[in-house]
């Protein structure tokens, strides 16, 4: 099993404050995905990184994968109480074209922003 | 569009009682998967299907199967159930495109506790 560690576990800020959370591995990764999880529904898709280095935003968020494809982080600017949420980092392998779909997590980090 | 969605919400069991979680989805996706949610865990695969008429095994199968009833339907059975399948349990369904990574679309989840 190719594990994905996350860190921190739990993040609590004021709001206005900024964060990052990261996203380890000891395996190489074909593509990493940030997906976002509130109470009582289920996780949601915020972006996928595919090359080693890139970078994507989506407005307040940064996200960016490692040259060596093992690791990601997640940068959010001027956190604001709408960002609360369990935030978790999936990769795929691509074992010769069949193996996209399978899915592994990271254990999620839980960021609570303060008014 | 109801996406993907799941039956029941909320569900007790004693110990060595069996039971069936429904999955359906209306986006004619070609993959659904099972996932079980624990806290500090993350996300863990019991069962995937890549196509109608196919079932895989993921990370955590033991004590449950799985039926791909048709295109749309993907079901989960807890044979005998134990208190360590208390879990929140999460569908979801991709196209599965074999050219590139995958969006997930997870359900609202299945809240089960045994006693």
């Known amino acids: 099993t190719q594990l994905l560690e996350q860190s921190p576990q739990f993040l609590s800020i004021q709001e206005g404050e900024n964060l990052t959370v990261y996203c380890n591995s000891s395996s190489v990764f074909s593509s990493l995905q940030w997906y976002r999880q509130e109470p009582g529904e289920g996780p949601v898709l915020l972006v996928t990184v595919v090359t080693g280095g890139e970078v994507k935003k989506l407005k307040r968020l940064t996200f960016q994968f490692g040259d060596a494809r093992k690791d990601s982080s997640l940068h959010i600017t001027a956190a604001q109480p709408g960002d609360t949420g369990l935030y978790l980092c999936?990769?795929?392998?691509?074992?010769?074209?069949?193996?996209?779909?399978?899915?592994?997590f990271g254990q999620g980090t839980i960021l609570t922003v303060h008014p | 569009n109801a996406g993907v969605t799941q039956t029941p919400k909320f569900q007790v069991l004693k110990t060595g009682q069996s039971m069936t979680l429904q999955c359906a989805q209306d986006m004619n996706h070609n993959s659904m998967y099972w996932y079980r949610q624990d806290p500090g865990m993350g996300l863990r695969l019991i069962y995937y299907s890549a196509s109608e008429g196919t079932t895989d095994k993921g990370e955590v199968p033991n004590g449950y199967n799985v039926s791909r009833l048709n295109k749309r339907e993907f079901s989960l059975r807890l044979e005998s159930a134990a208190p360590s399948q208390t879990s929140v349990y999460f569908c979801?369904?991709?196209?599965?495109?074999?050219?590139?990574?995958?969006?997930?679309?997870f359900g609202p989840g299945t809240r089960l506790t045994v006693l």
């Open positions: 979801a369904s991709s196209e599965f495109a074999t050219g590139g990574p995958d969006t997930q679309y």
């Open positions: 999936a990769g795929t392998h691509n074992a010769g074209g069949t193996s996209y779909g399978k899915l592994t």
